[in-house]
């Protein structure tokens, strides 16, 4: 709607994904601490490359001086975006254990391709919870990483649908930055 701001919300976006990462990070620590080593080099890795992305953004943002406007925002917190969430973990917990199950590592990956194209936050506890259990550290850290990147893909989506052509190129290559570093960061993970 405001093309002058176009920069800024391109920066906004990748700010946002990037701290996506180190959020993700954040909650691998406090709900399974022994799986911090294998999720840190793509979370890291992807923070590191959307950093960088940002910094690229806000340099051309910062030559733009568009007028102000007014942003209506909406309260974020409700009683009914915590049951959706609640449901939505259930959900993802049963049906990562039964990939895993049935379709082995494979199986699990696609739960989390399939889980963090609508939340990476369910299949982060998902996977934090089965962790050295039912699947293995690495397995854990790569199905969540997927999961990051299929949100990350699916936001880079939207935004080139949403906000056009350009904003769109703006977001994507800031987030293939971020998910290029991050893939580096899975192959140490695997190396290591």
Do not use: C
């Amino acid at each position: 709607e405001e093309p002058a701001i176009t920069d800024a919300a391109a920066l906004a976006v990748m700010l946002a994904s990037t701290v996506m990462f180190v959020r993700v990070l954040v909650v691998v620590a406090l709900v399974r601490p022994q799986l911090v080593g294998a999720v840190a080099p793509p979370m890291v890795g992807a923070a590191l490359g959307g950093t960088a992305a940002s910094a690229a953004l806000w340099l051309r943002a910062r030559s733009a001086r568009p007028e102000r406007s007014a942003i209506v925002f909406s309260n974020p917190f409700e009683l009914g975006s915590a049951l959706r969430f609640a449901l939505l973990f259930a959900i993802v917990l049963v049906g990562s254990k039964a990939a895993t199950v049935y379709l082995g590592t494979l199986g699990t990956y696609a739960a989390g391709v399939l889980a963090g194209s609508t939340d990476v936050d369910a299949i982060t506890l998902s996977m934090a919870k089965l962790a050295g259990d039912t699947v293995s550290h690495r397995v854990a850290a790569t199905t969540i990483f997927l999961a990051a990147a299929s949100n990350t893909v699916v936001k880079g989506a939207m935004a080139a649908f949403a906000g056009g052509l350009r904003f769109g190129r703006l977001v994507i290559a800031g987030q293939l930055t971020a998910l290029a570093a991050g893939g580096a960061g899975v192959a140490i993970a695997w190396l290591v």
